[in-house]
């Protein structure tokens, strides 16, 4: 199983998507600094995340999340509490 997940610093609101095969792992990884991309902004907690079959599905997802109209659905759909409603 693929993830697409999304992250959230508990300091401020940077938040990052990404994509793995092991999520736990990947979670540590950016909470003890080891992602450069976002060592300044740790630690984070997990906001969201969507399982999938394939590497290529999640890549591609992972994609479409960090275009305009992705981060417009995350934001609407995704990491709002009207979205559990």
């Known amino acids: 199983m693929w993830y697409v997940y999304i ?6 609101n940077f938040i990052y998507i990404g994509s793995t095969n092991n999520l736990e792992r990947r979670i540590e ?3 003890l600094g080891i992602s450069q991309s976002t060592a300044p902004y740790k630690p984070f907690y997990l906001e969201a995340y969507v ?5 290529q599905k999640a890549r591609s997802l992972e994609k479409y999340f960090k275009t305009g ?3 417009a659905i995350l934001k609407k ?4 509490d009207e979205a559990l409603a």
């Open 7 to 12: 992250i959230k610093s508990i300091n401020n």
């Open 29 to 31: 990884e950016h909470n």
């Open 51 to 55: 399982a999938v079959k394939t590497e």
């Open 69 to 71: 109209s992705g981060k």
């Open 77 to 80: 759909r995704i990491l709002t």
